[in-house]
């Protein structure tokens, strides 16, 4: 498939390689076209350039103010097939949907850069029917799994949000437990390998030994994008009229960290919340 790539970031990279790899003929953008280079792909100047003979545009990308860019702004992408892969507002979600109602895709993405690097993303994706089994092969390429939840776009981004949401919450309680059991006297590292015996989950094992080694640079997730995923679910929970008491906790330790210069290091810093 002919496919147009807007964002070329570390995800986004990764993303194109993946795409490339699977014999899809690739053309991508980047507003730092460097990060555009080595990846396999053409590399355009501008994201309309990108478009240009392409099928399907899928992008990656920072926040709604970035996609607002690509798609309403200078040289947009225009009228193809657009698949957001970005983490979203439902707003702006349902913005992108009612400009292109028959061709809008919702398919943000679960997994960190290495996940990335090695296809094993977990895709989810939401829009019509027909669409998301056109771009399947898209999905495969750059994922290991793929669910759909639902026909209306905005509904993967709310997927996203209160996901990133339960591995915040995670990492407060990682945080917590630490804390404690440094008082105690026991290994982090022994707590880490039992936790991920008793949950079976690669995201409790990879989060608790960043957090355990206190390695946070560089930033696979930034802070202060954390910070804006947790801002926008609690945006969602007031549209839907849902009390999230917990995400506001979230929010507050967040922007604490953040006020304190840790916005570009990985958002599990916060788990060291009151402590150097």
């Known amino acids: 498939m002919n496919v147009a790539f807007i964002g070329t970031g570390r995800m986004g990279a990764a993303m194109v390689r993946n795409l490339v790899a699977a014999g899809h003929k690739v053309t991508a953008y980047n507003r730092t076209r460097e990060r555009s280079e080595g ?3 053409a590399v355009a100047n501008t994201p309309a350039e990108a478009c240009r003979g392409a099928e399907a545009v899928m992008s990656m990308l920072s926040d709604d103010r970035a996609i607002e860019e690509v798609v309403f702004g200078k040289d947009p992408i225009g009228g193809l097939p657009h698949i957001s892969c970005s983490t979203i507002s439902t ?9 292109a109602p028959d061709t809008y895709i919702s398919a943000p993405v679960f997994g960190r850069p290495e996940a990335a690097e090695m296809r094993k993303l977990f895709v989810v994706a939401a829009g019509p029917t027909d669409r998301i089994a056109c771009f399947q092969p898209l999905f495969d390429a750059v994922g290991r799994q793929t669910f759909v939840a639902g026909t209306e776009p905005w509904q993967a981004n ?10 915040a919450s995670m990492i407060e309680s990682f945080g917590e437990a630490y804390a404690t059991l440094e008082r105690a006297g026991v290994d982090p590292h022994l707590f880490l390998e039992v936790m991920t015996a008793l949950f079976g989950s690669p995201v409790y094992a990879n989060y608790g030994r960043i957090i355990a080694d206190r390695k946070f640079e560089p930033a696979g997730f930034a802070l202060k994008l954390g910070l804006k995923d947790v801002r926008l679910v609690l945006d969602t929970a007031l549209e839907c009229m849902s009390a999230m008491p917990f995400a506001s906790v979230m929010r507050d330790r967040l922007v604490d960290a953040a006020a304190h210069g840790q916005g570009e290091k990985d958002w599990s810093r916060v788990a060291l919340w009151g402590r150097p």
């Open 158 to 167: 709310a997927v996203k949000l209160c996901g990133n949401f339960m591995i």
């Open 39 to 41: 990846l396999g792909a």
């Open 91 to 99: 707003a702006m979600a349902r913005r992108l949907a009612a400009h």
